[in-house]
């Protein structure tokens, strides 16, 4: 029995491992099915790291896959991105309904990143709204518009496509397309080239015979200033006379013409100027036509004044719309005195209407931006000068930085502390080490916590060392950081610490005179120690000789004045003025000697051929009459003068900044040749000294 038991028990286990080994052999199986299977399916991205189009042409993916790098290492190259958008239209089935899902994706990957590059291309808006239509319908090409219209809201042309987009597709709803046109109309009605807007708008009430409303239409049309303003006015005489003024009219404006063709007589009794009630209907038009057209003559006459006076400043436009190529100087010039001339005029609307054309063409023009931030300031609304910044920061590139500080500004003054401090830390993670930055930064974090100033002194920690700075613009980063620790934190020997860093180190003008400076102001019986150790570094730095040579001069003097004993005074005299230091002076006065006695001999033979010559013409040297042009005088005298007008709004040379032209961006400023420029206490070119002796 037991034998049976355990024979029947082996027989179990012995089918419990087949069972096992059966399922562990289907379970490889599967799994080698799967594996096999997902090793034939197609990659999903290409070797950069780009959506995968939708096409088995190798070298339309190889193009792709290059754009792709390309614009997104460097998101500014418009061709590229050109090139990306024709790529994508060439993916298999196309973007209906029934497309692979990947193609609409793709394209709105591409649309998407290049609009919010480029949102001023208005045909990118048209040509993405086409592409939704096909995927999505009507919804989604309104969509669409909607983005371009608040990107770029002065664009005629799209404000005409989405409109004629919304009648073709949704006819029966006029009160949303008429609100729409109203809309195109307050954002491009006064625009110089808006008559195919108009036109559209206009052709949409003559569609339904609604001819009050074209009347009311063009009454405001004529009154704008534009390129075909004498058109609308023969449209809007024609019109008045095409019909009977009670079509034309609405009922209120109907009255208040004809209460102008009544008078009331001496008793006070209201009457007709020829007794109303008696004239036919038919000379009662008349004479209220009549009305009509001598009001509206006179808005003519002032439109076409003032059409004419900014005609000159448009024929000069030649690129109304955005492109990343540079404008030339004298689109610039035509642009900065058609601004000139709209905010003499002082219609604000219409210099707001001028600013936001202006800034379609010249958007990469960081000084157009400042200029209308300036002019906004003046009507006194932080709410539009934040909208008009912000738009610049995404316009201008962030090498460009002084737009981004002046929104960080604004944004401190409307107190969004959050936002402006957000501003500060952009332009260092795209320009470490900027030294503008970096001090307006310092200084916004001691005006946001005066009592503690440890935020302000990590933002100048945070830039020391940086592998990416050169040694220049860390030399001005530690100086400025010591500065900010002696004058604003009261920290002393934090900041003598931070000054013996760069000792032996950094060879710069700045450093040195503000070391200088800082020691000076530091008394103590160590006083003349501390100040001549600085000086002696001055001595055997790597400065140039010129530069050496006025330290060491200012040196001397401070021996004679804070010394205490003459062998060095008279030691420190010898090293100074050494025999090269005399031989080198006694050569300059040799140049100018020399340079004076040939300008000497030069002008006696000048004298001499005039004098042989004997005519009271002037002469050049070999004796040839010297024309008013070639009459140095003369040539003076007929060219204007620098930076002189030569006529209103006119300008010799580009006049933004008003003084010099700022920095190239992303430039570091040399502060090791501008010390003097820094201290308004420093004498010419001598380091500054502190003659106020402390005990």
Known sequence: MEDMENTEVKQDVQDAQDARSELQDTDHHQR???????????????????????????????????????????????????ELMRLADRQDGGFGPEAPPANISNVRTIYDSFLKQFPL????????????????????????????????????????????????????????IERLFERGANAVGLDFMPHVFWDKYLAFHEEKEEYPKMVKLLERIVTIPMHQYARFYQQYAQLLASRPLTELLSEEQYNKYKEQLTVKDADGQTQDSAISEEKPQEQLELEMLQVIMEASARVHARTAEETNKRWPFEAEIKRPYFHVKPMDMPQLTNWRRYLDFEEAEGDVERIRVLYERCLVTCALYEEFWLRYGTWARSQSNLDDLKVIYSRAVLQVPPSNPSLRLTLALVEEERGEIEAARREYQTILENLPGHIETIVRFANFERRTSPAHLEAAELVYQSQLGLEKVDEITQTAIVTLYAKFLWQVKKDVEGARLVFKTGEGKFDSRFFFSTYLKFEMDQPGEDYETRVS?????????????????????????????FGSSAARYNQLEVDVKSPSVYVQESKKRAAVEQTDEERAKKQLKQEDVTMATNTDEPTTADGQSVTPAMDPAAAYVQHQHWGAQAAPYGYAAPTYPYAAAPMQAGAHWDYGSQAGAMDPSANGSAPYYNPTPHS
């Open 121 to 176: 291309c208005f045909g990118y808006w048209k040509k993405y709204s086409d592409i939704e239509y096909m995927a999505r319908g009507v919804e989604g090409a309104i969509e669409i518009f909607e983005r371009g219209v608040k990107s770029i809201s002065n664009s005629v042309d799209l404000w005409v496509q989405y409109c004629s987009f919304v009648m073709e597709q949704k006819p029966d709803d006029r009160e949303a």
């Open 533 to 561: 150790n600085v000086f002696e570094q001055v001595r055997y730095s790597g400065l140039p000789e010129a530069i050496k040579s006025d330290f060491d001069q200012a040196y001397l003097d401070f021996v004679m004045e």
């Open 32 to 82: 080698g099915t799967e594996e096999t299977a997902s090793s034939t399916e197609p990659p999903t991205t290409t070797p950069s790291g780009a959506p995968m189009p939708t096409t088995t042409d190798p070298a339309l993916i190889e193009a792709w896959d290059r754009c792709w790098a390309v614009v997104k290492s460097t998101p500014t190259e418009f061709d590229t991105w050109e």
